[in-house]
C-alpha cells in the first residue's frame, strides 16, 4: 500500500523559511519519482518541483526557481521542500506527490501523479 504522510506546515513571515518533508513507503521512494504541488484557496493546484529517485534530477516551477529546493533523503524514504525568502503568496497546502518518471519537466502536471500526500497547510504573512 502506497502512503505518503507530509510534515512541516505552518506559519511564517514573509522573508523566512520552513521546510516541509514527505515520508514515503519504500515501495512509493524506491520506484517513484516524487514532487510537490500548492493549491491556493480558490485556485487550481499547481506543481512547484519534483525529484528523480534514479538520477537525482529536479524540476522546478518558475514561480520558485532560486527559492525551493526539493532533495530526498534515500536512508530514510523522505522527500523534503526547503523554502527560503517566503512570500505571501506562497501560502497553500502543500501535496506530497509520487509517479512514475517523465522524460521531461513539462509533463509534470497535476495529472501525472499516481499518488497524493494529504496535504499541509503553509500561511506566509506579510
Known amino acids: 500500500q502506497v502512503q505518503l504522510v507530509e510534515s512541516g506546515g505552518g506559519s511564517v513571515q514573509a522573508g523566512g523559511s520552513l521546510r516541509l518533508s514527505c515520508a514515503a513507503s519504500?515501495?512509493?521512494?524506491?520506484?517513484?519519482?516524487m514532487g510537490w504541488f500548492r493549491q491556493a484557496p480558490g485556485k487550481e493546484r499547481e506543481f512547484v518541483g519534483t525529484?528523480?529517485?534514479?538520477?537525482?534530477?529536479?524540476c522546478y516551477a518558475d514561480s520558485v526557481k532560486g527559492r525551493f529546493t526539493v532533495s530526498r533523503d534515500n536512508a530514510k524514504n523522505t522527500v523534503y521542500l526547503q523554502m527560503n525568502s517566503l512570500k505571501p503568496e506562497d501560502t497553500a497546502v502543500y501535496y506530497c506527490?509520487?509517479?512514475?518518471?517523465?522524460?521531461?519537466?513539462?509533463?509534470?502536471?497535476?495529472?501525472?501523479?499516481?499518488?497524493w500526500g494529504q496535504g499541509t497547510q503553509v500561511t506566509v504573512s506579510s
Open positions: 525529484i528523480d529517485y534514479s538520477s537525482g534530477n529536479t
Open positions: 519504500k515501495r512509493t521512494y524506491n520506484t517513484y519519482t
Open positions: 506527490a509520487a509517479g512514475t518518471y517523465r522524460s521531461g519537466c513539462y509533463y509534470y502536471t497535476d495529472r501525472w501523479p499516481d499518488y
